[in-house]
């Protein structure tokens, strides 16, 4: 075997290939006694003759054509066996490679568009609901609920297991969910009160406050280029909301409200590091945000829900509807952000913040076609200025985050 080795390094390409996968062993005494007549007849070249059978051959003999031709056979013979092979156990090994392996960039491209696809149709269909039934606390506990159900229903069927919680878990996760659950009824109170493009653009402040708050609460330094950055977001927010048309102050408190909420979220969220998958991290952040979201919702919308709420949604648009509004808008509530958390987990953080922004561009611009909002010009630029700076602090903030990697790494 040790000769075969020896062959191939000298012949080149295979010799890789034939480390690494064995040989047939019919091919071993072949191989051998071809080794050594090659090199018997390599050695008579250079020597000028050999003894063979007491005899010595002349040079003349050992140069001639038809002497040479089963050498060179032989030698065909060799690498041909080699080869064959190893080609068959490439074969075998790119046929174990799936789909998802050998396209990547395809299922990455799958997710962005799921999560686009999912945001808008959220978005929309919770608009819609909104205009024949303006109860955001009442809605904001459908969306939890609906995906808790779904949560519960994976984890029946095993897809995906359950992971163990214990009181030390469920402390580091309970600020985490109240935050979550604050900053997603406040969301969807804004929601209901201005154009969904209004409260995208206000959120869009939602970089400037966690800037704000990794500066002066965490005690991290933030660069100086960061804070140019959110410059042009505070300038476009407030041009846009100065000329806006369905402008109102619950809507634009509602939606800075959400913006500190998840800022305290993220904080939160850093120090509840836990060893648990992104799954059921959010499973169990959604079931505690909907015990902390149902007091509530009982009690500010619960006499009006039950004296005239339900039937004028029910009167407006039948049961049927209304029922399957509300199960739909749940469920991409729920899928949307589960797709965000895993496209997260897909990209590198600088990807995903850029493809955040083109989010925001996607449900600002769907949601004025859809709905026929109209738009002053000076809303409509703030609005792009704002867009702009937040795109350029995520690139910002991403290569800063990389070369800190590196630097730990290294």
């Given at each position: 075997?040790?000769?075969?080795?020896?062959?191939?390094?000298?012949?080149?390409?295979?010799?890789g290939?034939?480390?690494?996968?064995?040989?047939?062993?019919?091919?071993?005494p072949?191989?051998?006694?071809?080794?050594?007549?090659?090199?018997?007849?390599?050695?008579?070249?250079s020597?000028?003759?050999?003894?063979?059978?007491?005899?010595?051959?002349?040079p003349?003999?050992?140069?001639?054509p038809n002497?040479?031709?089963p050498?060179?056979q032989?030698?065909?013979?060799?690498?041909?066996?080699?080869?064959?092979?190893?080609?068959?156990?490439?074969?075998?090994?790119?046929?174990?490679?799936?789909?998802?392996?050998?396209?990547?960039?395809?299922?990455?491209?799958f997710?962005?568009f799921?999560?686009?696809?999912?945001?808008?149709?959220?978005?929309?269909?919770?608009?819609?609901?909104?205009n024949?039934?303006?109860?955001?606390?009442?809605?904001?506990?459908?969306?939890?609920?609906?995906?808790?159900?779904?949560?519960?229903?994976?984890?029946?069927?095993?897809?995906?297991?359950?992971?163990?919680?214990?009181?030390?878990?469920?402390?580091?996760?309970?600020?985490?969910?109240?935050?979550?659950?604050?900053?997603?009824v406040?969301?969807?109170?804004?929601?209901?009160?201005?154009?969904?493009?209004?409260?995208h653009?206000?959120?869009?402040?939602e970089?400037?406050?966690?800037?704000?708050?990794?500066?002066?609460?965490l005690?991290?330094?933030?660069?100086?280029?960061?804070?140019l950055?959110?410059?042009?977001?505070?300038?476009g927010?407030?041009m846009?909301s100065?000329?806006?048309?369905?402008?109102?102050?619950?809507?634009?408190?509602?939606?800075?409200i959400?913006?500190?909420?998840?800022t305290?979220?993220?904080?939160?969220?850093k120090?509840?590091?836990?060893?648990?998958?992104?799954?059921?991290?959010?499973?169990?952040?959604?079931?505690?945000?909907?015990?902390?979201?149902?007091?509530?919702?009982?009690?500010?919308?619960?006499?009006?829900?039950?004296?005239?709420?339900?039937?004028?949604?029910?009167?407006?648009?039948?049961?049927?509807?209304?029922?399957?509004d509300?199960?739909?808008?749940?469920m991409?509530?729920?899928l949307y952000?589960?797709?965000?958390?895993?496209?997260?987990?897909?990209?590198?953080?600088?990807?995903?913040?850029?493809?955040n922004?083109?989010?925001?561009?996607?449900?600002?611009?769907?949601?004025?076609?859809?709905?026929?909002?109209r738009?002053?010009?000076?809303?409509?630029?703030?609005?792009?200025?704002a867009?702009?700076?937040?795109?350029?602090?995520?690139?910002?903030?991403?290569?800063?985050?990389?070369?800190k990697?590196?630097?730990?790494?290294?």
């Amino acid at each position: 075997m040790a000769s075969v080795g020896t062959l191939a390094g000298s012949g080149g390409g295979i010799s890789g290939l034939l480390r690494l996968r064995r040989q047939p062993t019919s091919l071993a005494p072949t191989t051998s006694l071809s080794f050594a007549t090659a090199r018997a007849s390599s050695s008579s070249l250079s020597e000028g003759g050999n003894l063979i059978s007491g005899r010595q051959l002349r040079p003349a003999l050992l140069l001639e054509p038809n002497l040479l031709k089963p050498l060179r056979q032989t030698r065909l013979i060799i690498a041909s066996a080699a080869s064959t092979p190893a080609e068959g156990g490439e074969s075998a090994g790119e046929s174990k490679v799936g789909f998802l392996e050998k396209y990547p960039v395809l299922v990455t491209g799958f997710f962005f568009f799921m999560w686009y696809f999912l945001n808008v149709i959220f978005n929309i269909l919770n608009k819609k609901i909104y205009n024949y039934f303006p109860y955001p606390y009442f809605v904001s506990v459908i969306h939890l609920g609906v995906g808790v159900v779904y949560c519960l229903v994976s984890w029946g069927v095993g897809l995906p297991k359950r992971a163990p919680m214990n009181s030390d878990l469920l402390k580091l996760l309970v600020p985490v969910a109240v935050c979550h659950a604050l900053g997603h009824v406040t969301s969807n109170i804004s929601f209901a009160a201005v154009a969904v493009s209004f409260t995208h653009t206000i959120k869009a402040l939602e970089p400037f406050f966690n800037a704000a708050a990794s500066q002066f609460i965490l005690g991290q330094q933030v660069p100086l280029t960061l804070w140019l950055s959110l410059a042009p977001v505070v300038l476009g927010v407030s041009m846009a909301s100065l000329t806006e048309l369905s402008f109102n102050w619950l809507g634009f408190i509602s939606a800075m409200i959400s913006n500190i909420s998840f800022t305290y979220r993220s904080i939160y969220s850093k120090k509840a590091m836990v060893d648990m998958d992104s799954t059921n991290v959010y499973a169990y952040i959604s079931i505690i945000a909907l015990i902390v979201c149902i007091p509530p919702a009982l009690i500010i919308e619960g006499p009006q829900l039950l004296q005239h709420g339900f039937k004028d949604a029910i009167a407006k648009v039948g049961l049927t509807k209304f029922i399957s509004d509300l199960f739909w808008v749940g469920m991409f509530y729920h899928l949307y952000n589960q797709v965000a958390t895993n496209t997260l987990e897909r990209v590198a953080p600088l990807t995903h913040a850029v493809g955040n922004v083109l989010k925001r561009v996607f449900v600002i611009g769907f949601s004025i076609v859809i709905f026929g909002n109209r738009i002053s010009t000076q809303t409509g630029i703030g609005t792009c200025i704002a867009i702009a700076g937040v795109a350029m602090y995520s690139y910002i903030k991403a290569q800063i985050e990389e070369e800190k990697r590196q630097a730990k790494n290294a």
